[in-house]
Nanobody
Framework: QVQLVESGGGLVQAGGSLRLSCAAS????????MGWFRQAPGKEREFVAE????????DYADSVKGRFTISRDSAKNTVYLQMNSLKPEDTAVYYC????????????????WGQGTQVTVSS
């Protein structure tokens, strides 16, 4: 059974930082892209960041470039999202995703999903 478990969300003031973690289990993830999406109240889920299987391709949504950093520890099947200079508009439920197709992309392939972690940024 595939499981992705996010942690690290919480309440932070604008300008602050949080680090999200996602621990994956149940299958091999070392050849799969992993990353993060988010969904704010009343809005559609949107892409945040992605890291490919060997970490040589990393991409971010324009809204988080320069503030968020994605990384992975393949030995631990874990992906991280370091979020700095947080803004109120970053408030959302953040979801971890792992691509099902080896050497693929979380944006263009079917994914396994975590249950989400709430990030709230106060002004």
């Amino acid at each position: 059974q595939v499981q992705l478990v996010e942690s690290g969300g919480g309440l932070v003031q604008a300008g602050g930082s949080l680090r999200l973690s996602c621990a994956a289990s149940g299958r091999t993830f070392s050849r799969n892209a992993m990353g993060w999406f988010r969904q704010a109240p009343g809005k559609e889920r949107e892409f945040v960041a992605e890291i490919n299987w060997n970490a040589n391709i990393i991409d971010y949504a324009d809204s988080v470039k320069g503030r968020f950093t994605i990384s992975r520890d393949s030995a631990k099947n874990t992906v991280y999202l370091q979020m700095n200079s947080l803004k109120p508009e970053d408030t959302a439920v953040y979801y971890c995703a792992a691509g099902r197709r080896p050497y693929g992309s979380i944006r263009y392939d079917d994914d396994d999903w975590g249950q989400g972690t709430q990030v709230t940024v106060s002004s």
